[in-house]
Every structure is written in structure tokens, then in C-alpha cells.
């Protein structure tokens, strides 16, 4: 991949995000969520890869409860375990995690996977505000109304993983990207 310029490799994932770029998994119970350590770690563990830190600073509980009320993150404070919280919730947590800094870079597996409408508008304003900020998201999913409704731009990928178009904002419709996939609207 190239970022502002420069052709970058990395040897593994914590020199991915001290260059910028975030992931959220659409798995978030098995590869996002760390279920055993309280939301505040949850929060800020993008942030203490990036500067290579284990041991918690002490301006990160600040950074994490406004967090919390930025995002509207219904939690009992920010010491309570991710699984007490729903899953809606636990997704913003994960997103929460790469938007203080924004990242250059943000990579979003099927990020509004089995959460509410509500909280779907949520992560959706949440995304428009770091896109807004500077981040460029590369946003997968395999629902064609939530493409349209987040995106600018959509690369088609076909059945066989080719990818087969790129569709702009004044193209994306689900017949186009119907056509453009192999997939039924």
C-alpha cells in the first residue's frame, strides 16, 4: 500500500497502526473485543501499541470516559468488563479505540454487523466524523444499503474476489452493484 506517497510493507500489525492505520474486525467477540480487560483498555489499546506502552498513563481514564460520552457509550464506568455492556456497545468500543487520534488509515470489517438501527446511525455519524477529520475508511460489507447510504466510493468485487468495478457516488445504487458483484439486491 502506499500512504501519502511512500510505498509501505510492515513486518506485523503494531508497525501497521504506529503508521496510521486501524482495523476493526467484524468478528468482535473473537478477534476485537479483549474480553478480560476493562472497557478503559478496550478504549486506549490502539493508542498504547502506537507508543509502545503496556503500563497504563494516567491522562488515559480521561481519554477513555470522554470516549464514552462522545460516542454515547452506555457503560457503568470505564473499569466494567466489555461483555457487561450489549453488543451495539461493545462495537463502539472497538471504533472508540481508533478514533483518539484518528488514524490515517481505518479498515472496517462488516462494522455494523448484528447491532440496531440505532446504533447503526451511530457508528455511521461516528465514521462521517473521522472521514470528515482526514481518515480515509475502507469500509467492507455485503450490505448494498448501508454502501450507499456511508459511501463515496465502492470497489465491486465479484463472486470469485476479482474486483469487477468501481462505482461513484452518483452510481451507487443496488441494481449497479448487483450487476457490478454477481450478488441479488
Known sequence: ITIDGVDVTFANPADAVRAGIGYVSGDRAEKGILAT?????????????ARRRIVASSSEAA??????????????SIDALPQTVSGGTQQKLLLARWLAPVPKILVLEEPTRGVDIGTKREIYAMIRDAAAAGCVVV???????????VCDRVIAFDLGGQASGVLGRDELDEVSLSRATGMAA
Open 37 to 49: 480487560l476493562p472497557i478503559l483498555d478496550n478504549i486506549v489499546a490502539a493508542a498504547r501499541v
Open 63 to 76: 481519554v477513555a470516559q470522554t470516549a464514552l460520552d462522545t460516542l454515547s457509550i452506555k457503560a457503568s
Open 139 to 149: 469500509w467492507w460489507s455485503t450490505e448494498f444499503t448501508e454502501l450507499i447510504a
